[in-house]
């Protein structure tokens, strides 16, 4: 396992890549509030062999943290991923891009947009934004499930997030999760990562560029309020895998109610005995599922 810096734009972005080049490549692209270390163990597993590519995205880690909300709209961030596709498979589409959380994000912005860089889609725990509005905009149990994305938008977050040695940062990370996979070791390394509220800034304001809208408990969103979000520019065309830990509580099976109408060839596996964080506490299994998935 080694570290690149790429220049990104005329900044400078941290990845970290482990395995064989010549071998069929996966970008793994992290969400909050991790950093490319979140798939240390899921590497280790898989590179023997796949070539694994898991960068800091913009605003984590070791890469460039702009201050400015507009710097994460998610044009500019699914450019920061085409960049270090470019960068590693330029003359062919990688094997498959996995985006977990925020990375889900960006992954299937990467799928709708750049079809012909990427073979194959795999999502864990993450949501494709039609499924996702409709689930934040219902006022049900996903739309009080999110209320914290409000709290990460307001500003001053970061300064909270980081009081106190990241105090309510690790209660966002663990409330109602299993956190046992979380050693001293790696949470030491989770805070380095992490920083001080400068830093964080970068990390919420992912969510602060978000078009999504979040309803109050009880009381829907209007059609009228809601983003556009035209269905044929964000059709999935490869074949997609969607791992979903079924103890997750910060996002509920309602996120993915009609996937399979944006996808061309949708696999869903759940997990059991598995939360949010299934990418810990189930490395093997799910490393045991992608293999699967992509095998010729």
Known sequence: ???????????????????????????????FPEYSGAFAELIAQLEEEYFCIAPDQRGYGQSWRPAEVDHYAASKLVGDALAVLDHYSPDAPIAAVLGHDWGAAVAYGLAFRYP?????????????????????????????????????????????????????????????????????????????????ADHIRGMVNWYRASFLKVAAPGVPLSREVLPNLPPHLLHVPMPHLLLWGENDTALLPECYAGLEDHCADLTLQTIPEADHWLLHQKTAEIARHIRKFLAP
């Open 1 to 31: 396992m080694r570290s690149d810096t790429l220049k990104i734009a005329g900044h400078d972005f941290h990845v970290m890549v482990a395995g064989d080049p010549s071998k069929p490549a996966i970008l793994m692209l992290h969400g």
């Open 116 to 196: 012909d860089r990427l073979q194959k889609l795999i999502v864990a725990n993450g949501v494709h934004p039609i499924p996702f509005q409709r689930a934040l905009a219902a006022g049900g149990a996903q739309s009080e499930a999110s209320q914290y994305i409000n709290w990460l938008r307001a500003e001053g977050s970061e300064d909270k997030l980081a009081a106190n040695d990241h105090a309510r940062m690790l209660g966002i990370f663990s409330k109602h999760m299993n956190m046992s996979w979380m050693t001293p070791e790696k949470l030491a390394a989770y805070q380095t990562a992490w920083g001080d």
